[in-house]
Structure formats: C-alpha cells, structure tokens
T-cell receptor, first 113, second 116 residues
C-alpha cells in the first residue's frame, strides 16, 4: 500500500462546476498536510496547508479527517486556469520524524468550457 | 525576492558519465531538500540539509549519488556514474529555519535529467 494515495483522474469538470477529490495517508501520527498544484512540466507550488478544523482559501476548501486518515480538496466555480495536477502531500509521522514531504501521485483536473 | 533556482534546466548524458546538479535555495533558508520524480511515479524525497549538515539522507538510492552543501548556501547533487534508471526530474526545495514557517517548502523549477 502506498503511503499517500490519490485517484489519478482525470476529473473532467465543466467550467463553473464544483469538483472534489480525496487523498488517503497511511501514518496515523502524521501532523502536517498540504495540497500542492503542479502544472505540466513545472514545479509543485503550495496551494494550501490543511488544518484540523478545515480551511478555505477563496474557491478552495480543504478538509482533514483524522479518524479515516484522509484529506480532501474542493474547488468551487471551477475556472479554466484550475486545470492542473493536484498533489496531496503529507509529512508522515510525528514532528520528531523530520520534515520530508511524502507525495501522492497526483489527481489530474481538466476544466473545460 | 528570488525563488529557488536550479541549474541546469536540462541535462542529457550517456550511461556511465557524471552529472552535477546545482540548487540555490531562497536566501536565508536553512533547510534544503532534494526530491526526484521518475517517469510515471510520484515525487520522492532524496535528502535534507539543515545548513551544511545532512539531516536525513534516507531517500538516496545508492552510493552513486553524492550531495553536498558546503557553507550552508547552495547545494550540489552529483551522480557518478549515471545509470538509465537515474533519468527523471530532480527538484530542490528550501524552507526557513525552525519556528519560521518551517513546514512550507518552496520548490525550484527542477532539472530534467535524461540518461541514454
């Protein structure tokens, strides 16, 4: 089983629609969770951190479910520019384990007119 | 403020040759990380420097890979001799020191390495 798992997609989304997808992680002691966005042949860029209480940044909402060990990302009112691969990233284990990021394989989102 | 920079952007070498990748982190960032993405796989951690010290090198695939960060500024990753399976995109990332938003890692554009 992979340490961080994502549905690879693609999720084909009509412009203006809402899309949501999840990511599961293996280590229940994990403390830090992120969504990164990666455009084709570019570097990953931090989209948002994910906090226990859930958090929102404009059209993007992230949730953490510790009991079931998954995080989610919801994109409302999708724009064409939201087309990208969304990477679920976890710092597995406790704070003492260090800061290395563990990546999921990415979920590809294609927003179409 | 300049972001993380990497050089070269692309490198094509033959099996058995040596290649050295360079990363310049964001100025003042103590933490420097190397990651790699091989074709069809997820991005994987290679190693982590805190200033000039190797904090964690558990992801280094074998002893053909040597990373250095002399003086705690830029870092180099040398592959010698290169093998076909070393092809991929090598990303460098940096983050501030402890207590200054340590979790947020900023990535460079990557070096695309092709070993023929």
């Amino acid at each position: 089983r992979k340490e961080v798992e994502q549905d690879p997609g693609p999720f084909n989304v009509p412009e203006g629609a809402t899309v949501a997808f999840n990511c599961t992680y293996s280590n229940s002691a994990s403390q830090s969770f992120f969504w990164y966005r990666q455009d084709c042949r570019k570097e990953p860029k931090l989209l948002m951190s994910v906090y226990s209480s859930g958090n929102e940044d404009g059209r993007f909402t992230a949730q953490l479910n510790r009991a079931s060990q998954y995080i989610s990302l919801l994109i409302r009112d999708s724009k064409l520019s939201d087309s990208a691969t969304y990477l679920c990233v976890v710092i597995l284990g406790s704070w003492a384990a260090g800061n290395k990021l563990t990546f999921g394989g990415g979920t590809r989102v294609l927003v179409k007119p | 403020e300049a972001g993380v920079t990497q050089f070269p952007s692309h490198s094509v070498i033959e099996k058995g040759q040596t290649v050295t990748l360079r990363c310049d982190p964001i100025s003042g960032h103590d933490n420097l990380y190397w990651y790699r993405r091989v074709m069809g796989k997820e991005i994987k951690f290679l190693l982590h420097f805190v200033k000039e010290s190797k904090q964690d090198e558990s992801g280094m695939p074998n002893n053909r890979f040597l990373a250095e960060r002399t003086g705690g500024t830029y870092s180099t990753l040398k592959v010698q001799p290169a093998e076909l399976e070393d092809s991929g995109v090598y990303f460098c990332a940096s983050s501030p020191g402890w207590g200054q938003g340590t979790d947020t890692q900023y990535f460079g554009p990557g070096t695309r390495l092709t070993v023929l």
